[in-house]
């Protein structure tokens, strides 16, 4: 398990979830996604595909959970699950539906998680593995699932990746570095503050995309639904037999002639008597001796006076 500190600076994390939403704005991100006649739609897939990368970006780890050894169904042991902190490799930019074909991930050649693989690989050729990587500031997860293999020496050295150094002291020349090679062939996301993915289920269902091979576009087969609009808040109901008046002119403001139907608290505070002019600072509220709310003019008995004194 890793717990040093190999996350990107925030300015940088920053830069790359806004140039990803740029290119998801660019490539025409449908208001909504929905499958046609069938379960291809590739062309959707990629503005999900990137959904799901920007959420890769910002989460930096993954959780990453294998078979244990020992179980299996015929043998009658349990069939238990492993599961660690990994960091994989960052992926290359989508830019089509073909994008997050292939994740690496290191490990030593003494870990757990490499004799598992290893096992599976020996048994079946390849194990059936899962990736989550989980986004706690966007609250948005991506998880996948695939088939992992280990990389030859050639391949593991050709995708090594610097951030990992801290693990191995001769880089990818350290004997017991390599490199596990996951092909995932399902994939769920969603998004929270990153593109909000949601598929609007009641089973709650979560937006999937899936492919047969690594050379094979992906395919929507759960689409995302649409982004309801925020309901705006209720406007406060106004106090029975509670009026606003203008202490000028004494006039009573209306909120459906005056203010478009905005009670008195919501107008700007650029708002002014359609009277007289008087601006919305001229309104008090006071109460009345039956209990009734008013608003008059602070300065409503001075005005008077002033008037009366010109006249």
């Not at 993954?62 to 660690?84: E, Q, S, V």
């Not at 490990?107 to 290893?118: D, L, M, Y």
């Not at 599976?120 to 050729?125: K, P």
Request: with cysteine.
């Amino acid at each position: 398990t890793r717990f040093h500190n190999k996350a990107m600076p925030h300015q940088i994390r920053h830069w790359i979830c806004t140039a990803l939403v740029l290119l998801r704005v660019a490539t025409g991100s449908p208001s909504h996604w929905s499958i046609a006649g069938s379960l291809r739609n590739t062309s959707n897939a990629t503005v999900l595909l990137l959904d799901a990368l920007s959420i890769m970006q910002a989460a930096n780890f993954a959780t990453f959970a294998t078979h244990a050894l020992g179980g299996n169904a015929t043998t009658g042991m349990p069939i238990d699950i492993n599961m660690r902190i990994v960091s994989p490799k960052p992926v290359p930019a989508v830019v089509n539906a073909s994008g997050l074909g292939v994740i690496f991930i290191d490990t030593n050649r003494w870990s757990r998680k490499f004799a598992e693989v290893q096992e599976a690989v020996s048994a079946r050729g390849a194990a059936r593995v899962n990736l989550l990587y989980y986004d706690k500031d966007g609250v948005g997860y991506v998880s996948m699932r695939g088939n992992a293999t280990i990389c030859g020496d050639a391949e593991a050295k050709r995708e090594w990746w610097e951030d990992w150094s801290a693990f191995y002291p001769e880089k990818q020349n350290t004997p017991c570095y390599s490199v596990i090679k996951l092909v995932p062939d399902w994939l769920e996301v969603v998004g929270g503050t990153r593109g909000n993915v949601q598929s609007g289920r009641a089973d709650w269902l979560p937006v999937s995309l899936t492919r047969r091979s690594e050379a094979e576009m992906w395919e929507v087969v759960v689409p995302a639904s649409p982004t309801p609009s925020p309901s705006p808040p209720p406007s406060p109901s106004p106090t029975p037999g509670e009026v606003w008046r203008c202490g000028v002119c004494a006039h009573v403001y209306d909120p459906t002639k005056d203010g478009g139907g905005l009670p008195f608290e919501q107008l700007p505070d650029t708002f002014k008597c359609l009277v007289c002019g008087a601006p919305k600072s001229a309104f008090k509220k006071q109460t009345s001796a039956d209990g009734q709310a008013l608003w008059v003019h602070e300065d409503q008995v001075e005005s008077r006076i002033e008037i009366v004194s010109v006249l």
